[in-house]
């Protein structure tokens, strides 16, 4: 079993709709959860990071935590062509362990 | 703010020789940077970790003579790849976490390093 598992799409959506990212983890340890989007030839960008139960927002993107249920997810609102790319979830465990990342899912949103 | 500069963003070399690659927290101090590679349509994998002032910490299966890493100062970290030949040829990413400010730990990539070895 993979650590971090993520579909690897690619998950389509027209633009304007929502555009729903999930991920689960195995180690129930797990402290910190992120976000990545990696545009194609770039390097990830950090968009988003939980480390409580629940809803955290920020503009159009608000991730999800189920610490219980061992998954998180990042909903995108309002999805906009330029939000097409690959997704990145990453789990960290206590302290200062690294990260560990799923394989990704390619978001495509179509205008 | 957190910003990771990587240089060079490209680079061609001949099989057989050698290419550093530097990374570089721009705006704030990163005592821990870790170095990735990607092929494509493949997610990263961690190559190394890197603590300023001590030894790089591998990751199982890559070999640490070849891809030598230096961190000698908060702000810098290199990656030499030694003798290279055509299977480096990859994207090298270099990553920063901070660990002071409003937002430690968080962990900021630089834009990669585009390597390929003929």
């Known amino acids: 079993q993979k650590e971090v598992e993520q579909n690897s799409g690619p998950l389509s959506v027209p633009e304007g709709a929502i555009a729903s990212l999930n991920c689960t983890y195995s180690d129930r340890g797990s402290q910190s959860f992120f976000w990545y989007r990696q545009y194609s030839g770039k390097s990830p960008e950090l968009i988003m990071f939980?480390?409580?139960?629940g809803d955290k927002e920020d503009g159009r993107f608000t991730a999800q935590l189920n610490k219980a249920s061992q998954y998180v997810s990042l909903l995108i609102r309002d999805s906009q062509p330029s939000d097409s790319a690959t997704y990145l979830c990453?789990?960290?465990?206590?302290?200062?362990?690294?990260?560990?990342f799923g394989t990704g899912t390619r978001l495509l949103v179509s205008p | 703010g957190a910003v990771v500069s990587q240089h060079p963003s490209r680079v061609i070399c001949k099989s057989g020789t050698s290419v550093k690659i530097e990374c570089r927290s721009l705006?704030?101090?990163?005592?821990?940077m870790f170095w990735y590679r990607q092929f494509p349509k493949q997610s990263l994998m961690l190559m190394a970790t890197?603590?300023?002032?001590?030894?790089?910490?591998?990751e199982q299966g890559v070999e640490k003579d070849k891809f030598l890493i230096n961190h000698a100062s908060l702000t810098l970290s290199t990656l030499t790849v030694t003798s290279a030949h055509p299977e480096d040829s990859s994207f090298y990413i270099c990553?920063?976490?901070?660990?002071?400010?409003?937002?430690?730990?968080?962990?900021?990539f630089g834009p990669g390093t585009r390597l390929t070895v003929t």
């Open positions: 939980i480390y409580s139960n």
């Open positions: 990553s920063a976490r901070e660990t002071a400010g409003d937002r430690p730990y968080e962990q900021y």
């Open positions: 705006d704030f101090q990163a005592t821990t």
């Open positions: 890197s603590n300023e002032g001590s030894k790089a910490t591998y």
């Open positions: 990453a789990v960290r465990g206590v302290g200062f362990q690294k990260l560990v």
